[in-house]
């Protein structure tokens, strides 16, 4: 999986080969992060339709974790590279000579990535968490809480995505780069995985229904066990 992650970096990295080398790394990372954590969230549905991905669902936890660590490594290139470790320009602040002091300035940014920092802490949690030690520590239906819950991080991640891709350079007032050519490719993998998210828990609500249903049904028939239209033995007797 390391290779993997490794080989999409470069890529990624080529893709953005005409952008200054902080933007260029930057987004590499941030997009190969956000591709291995797309596998993560959409292997486990889609194995659900077909089954000869089963197979796959053995790297998932490996992948969600390289998923974090590419984000750890794109969070420390916006603080080394974009902001130069001033952590409240990450917010987007900026200092006001005429002031002589920060002044909110960048309120998309600021948010954005507060959405982003929110995201990286929960991954670190789950990537703290994907392993046997904590499931025998926390117990199946704790440690099942805290993985199923990787929706919020998803969710996250999506909306942090999302901002940099349509939103922040949109700025008339100085020169922008040009658009990122994968904006519409990730948001094919946004509806994708959400598909198949939603698809594979209909799918299982369905079915825990039916044996239920049948359950309820048995449990009448049991009650009442005379066929519809049948004489009681009341009625017999008269």
């Known amino acids: ?79 080394e590279g974009w902001v130069q470790f001033d952590l409240l320009g990450l917010f987007g602040f900026v200092f006001h000579p005429d002031l002589g002091h920060q002044v909110m300035l960048q309120h998309g940014f600021g948010l954005a990535n507060l959405v982003g920092i929110v995201a990286l802490a929960y991954g670190f949690v789950l990537a703290a968490t994907s392993n046997d030690r904590s499931v025998r520590f926390l117990g199946p239906q704790v440690w099942k809480f805290v993985q199923t819950a990787a929706f919020v991080l998803w969710a996250l991640v999506v909306l942090h995505t999302a901002y940099f891709l349509f939103m922040h350079f949109l700025d008339f007032h100085r020169a922008v780069p040009a658009p990122n050519p994968l904006r519409w490719p990730f948001v094919a993998f946004v509806v994708l995985v959400s598909a198949l998210r939603i698809t594979a828990s209909v799918v299982t609500w369905r079915q825990k229904r039916r044996p239920s249903r049948a359950k309820s049904e048995g449990a009448v028939l049991e009650a009442d066990p005379q066929p519809s239209g049948a004489p009681s033995p009341a009625s017999e007797r008269t």
């Open 1 to 79: 999986m390391l290779t993997i992650a490794a080989v999409l970096v470069f890529l990624f990295g080529m893709v953005h080969g005409d952008w200054d080398p902080m933007h260029r790394w930057n987004r590499a990372t941030a997009d190969a992060s956000f591709v291995l954590l797309a596998f993560t969230m959409g292997i486990g549905p889609a194995a659900r339709f077909w089954p000869k991905l089963l197979s796959l669902i053995a790297y998932r936890r490996e992948c969600g974790i390289y998923a974090v660590v590419l984000a750890l490594a794109h969070a420390l290139i916006i603080i």
